[in-house]
Structures are given as C-alpha cells and as structure tokens.
C-alpha cells in the first residue's frame, strides 16, 4: 500500500467516525432537510470558510467570501471570541489547497472544533509534510464528508518526488 493510498484511507475512516459521532442537536437541526444543510449557521459566526487564497469580502461567510489558508495559519486568528476559529466552531474548507494547513487551537469537551471538506475540497501539495498539521491539538474532528481527498501530488511510483514506501 503506498502511503497515498493510505492517507486517502485514513482520511475516509476519520470521515465515517466523525459522521457517525454527530451530536444529537446537529442531527435534529439539519432532520429532514436536503444534503447540503449545514450543522452551523454561518450568521451565529459558527463556521468560517477557507481557500487558498481570500475571495469576495473575505469574511468567510461562505465560500465565494473566504478567508484565506494564511490567515487559517496565524495562531492570532484561533482565539475564544467572535469571527476566529474557536471550540464549537466549524471550518469548511472550499476548493483546492495547495498549502499546508496548522491547527493553532483546540476544542473542548462537547464543543470540538470541526474541520470541514466542502463539496469540491482537497488538500494537494506534492510533498505533504504534513498538509494538516495538528500537532499539540485537541477535540479537533477532521470530517471528509465522504469526499475529502488529502493526497501528495508528488509521491509515488515514477513520480519527482518519490518518496519510498516506509515499513513501522
């Protein structure tokens, strides 16, 4: 198994756990509606969005409002009050990253902080080292959504930057 194959693998497991460990309040509150409803509402300042870059007003209000992986990646941005990531908040990440992402925060009991792949997400960089870095973090749901692709453009056989296959 090359480790492409296994991030991707790690990465659906970690999207089924996180589906079926919903809280009850975010499964009544989307019961009965389409696919595409969303756990937090973003006018309570509840979820933020990211891409690569900011786009629109860069409020991340929703995706075409974005904000950006760089401000994702400053510890100033992951602070306890409004329009920063915090625990209860979710982070929906939109589109293609190219950028590595670090979690500067943690979550609490009851109140995770959940990171999101929107519809079309994917974290790609040929090397990942990591492209999610979530070291010293805490209650921190990554959650695929049965589409999340993390992957390592550059690895694998044949590839530039091939990386080998690694025994533990």
Same mark, same amino acid.
């Given at each position: 198994?090359?480790?492409?194959?296994?991030?991707?693998?790690?990465?659906?497991a970690?999207?089924?756990?996180?589906?079926?460990?919903?809280?009850?309040?975010?499964?009544?509150?989307?019961?009965?509606?389409?696919?595409?409803?969303?756990?937090?509402?973003?006018?309570?300042n509840?979820?933020?969005?990211?891409a690569?870059?900011?786009?629109?007003?860069?409020?991340?209000?929703?995706?075409?409002? #974005? *904000?950006?992986?760089?401000?994702?990646? =400053? @510890?100033a941005d992951?602070?306890p009050? &409004?329009?920063r !990531?915090?625990?209860?908040?979710?982070?929906?990440?939109?589109?293609?990253?190219?950028s590595?992402?670090?979690?500067?925060?943690?979550?609490?009991?009851?109140?995770?902080?959940?990171?999101?792949?929107?519809?079309? #997400? *994917?974290?790609?960089?040929?090397?990942? =080292? @990591?492209?999610?870095?979530?070291?010293? &973090?805490?209650? !921190?749901?990554?959650?695929?959504?049965?589409?999340?692709?993390?992957?390592?453009?550059?690895?694998g056989?044949?590839?530039?930057?091939?990386?080998?296959?690694?025994?533990?």
């Amino acid at each position: 198994m090359t480790r492409l194959t296994a991030v991707l693998v790690t990465l659906v497991a970690v999207a089924f756990v996180t589906l079926a460990a919903h809280d009850a309040t975010s499964q009544a509150r989307c019961r009965g509606r389409s696919h595409h409803c969303r756990p937090s509402d973003p006018r309570s300042n509840r979820t933020v969005y990211i891409a690569q870059t900011s786009r629109g007003s860069a409020n991340g209000s929703d995706c075409a409002n #974005a *904000r950006s992986v760089r401000w994702f990646n =400053n @510890p100033a941005d992951w602070a306890p009050r &409004a329009g920063r !990531i915090r625990p209860g908040v979710t982070v929906h990440l939109c589109g293609g990253i190219a950028s590595p992402l670090t979690v500067h925060g943690r979550g609490m009991p009851g109140k995770p902080i959940r990171i999101l792949f929107g519809r079309v #997400a *994917r974290l790609a960089e040929p090397v990942c =080292n @990591p492209c999610l870095d979530m070291t010293n &973090a805490a209650y !921190i749901s990554v959650d695929g959504a049965l589409r999340g692709v993390i992957e390592n453009t550059g690895d694998g056989t044949g590839v530039r930057d091939h990386a080998g296959a690694r025994r533990s």
